[in-house]
């Protein structure tokens, strides 16, 4: 034992560099360890019915649409969310909720998250009508089908076309929602929604008589494209269109029933620290990231191999004649 350690003595430089050496490739190798821990997984759901394409929210002082302002709103989220946080995206159109991609971890997969909301669009609906009671049910069959308990993130206008009466709407009582989050986009004055033709060009605004072309989402011809030609039909006049708002009072009224939780969706440090505190959607075993440890470590090491050095130089420094030795 003696020997060994006095051979570690003598050779301590090479151990030093050989331990920072075997830190710095588990760094590079094997970064991750696996721990218990609380995750917040989220399920990010945009609407994406014609009615977000409405110009009543402000960004960076300039107006912008709803469904821009919704995608800025995801990616802050995203940004804000600490590594081991997960997301998967899907939107509601019509009906149904389509789902994107199943959860992925934010820092591995940063860039594909945030590219798959930059082109979140309404010409990804698949057909009219913007019915969000019936999104609901859809919204917790993908839910169900993830590998994972998650927190749905609904963001939405609450605009649906349909209106909402006694005879279409659907009962949600048994419904238990309290993983579900609404986020309500849009303001609070009523204003034109903006039509666009088959080449995302706009052309007008939606008619109030709008019946056939739904205003609520991209409309029964949005498939059909030889409909659009010249261009659809939009409001002839200012007092023929289409007026929308954010529902925010049915959006409460739809939270209640199914005992989800509703906020306006502000670009605003309030409104992603209450994102961030939701309950974690469950404890799973999963990779934490130790990298920084390991290279912290093999930087101290190195460092070590030049400290008798930096010592001895100190002391001889101490001891330089001339130098003024200070009194205790």
């Known amino acids: 034992m003696m020997r060994l350690i006095r051979a570690l003595k003598a050779n301590y430089a090479t151990v030093l560099y050989v331990l920072a050496l075997a830190l710095m490739l588990l760094a590079l190798f094997k970064p991750q360890i696996q721990l218990k821990q609380d995750v917040h997984n989220y399920l990010l759901i945009a609407d994406v019915s014609q009615s977000m394409n409405a110009e009543d929210a402000m960004l960076a002082g300039k107006p912008v649409s709803r469904m821009v302002y919704t995608r800025h709103l995801m990616k802050r989220i995203v940004e804000t969310s600490p590594c081991g946080t997960y997301f998967s995206v899907g939107v509601f159109a019509a009906e149904n909720v389509g789902l994107l991609f199943m959860p992925l971890e934010v820092c591995a997969n940063y860039d594909i998250i945030t590219d798959t ?36 993130v609904f963001f939405t206008d609450g605009d649906e076309a349909p209106k909402v009466n006694a005879i279409n709407k659907l009962d949600l009582g048994a419904m238990d929602g309290s993983h579900w989050l609404f986020v309500g986009v849009g303001g609070h004055e009523p204003v034109p929604i903006p039509r666009f033709n088959s080449e995302n060009k706009w052309v007008g605004f939606w008619p109030s008589d709008a019946k056939e072309f739904s205003a609520g989402a991209v409309g029964v011809t949005y498939n059909d494209t030889s409909k659009d030609e010249p261009d659809p039909i939009v409001a002839y006049a200012e007092f023929d269109r289409y007026l929308s708002q954010l529902e925010d009072g049915y959006l409460k009224e ?55 050095a930096l010592m001895k130089t100190w002391q001889r420094y101490r001891q330089r004649p001339g130098r003024p030795v200070s009194s205790r």
């Open 117 to 152: 909301i930059n082109h979140l669009d309404w010409r990804m609906a698949w057909r009219g009508n913007s019915r969000l009671s019936f999104g609901v049910k859809s919204g917790e069959t993908v839910l169900d089908s993830l590998n994972a308990p998650a927190q749905l």
């Open 254 to 308: 739809l939270a209640g029933e199914i005992k989800a939780k509703y906020i306006e969706g502000k670009d605003e440090a309030g409104f992603y620290d209450y994102i961030q505190q939701q309950k974690p959607a469950a404890v799973f075993v999963t990779d934490y990231n130790i990298r920084w440890l390991y290279l912290s470590l093999a930087l101290l090491l190195i460092l070590g191999v030049y400290t008798p």
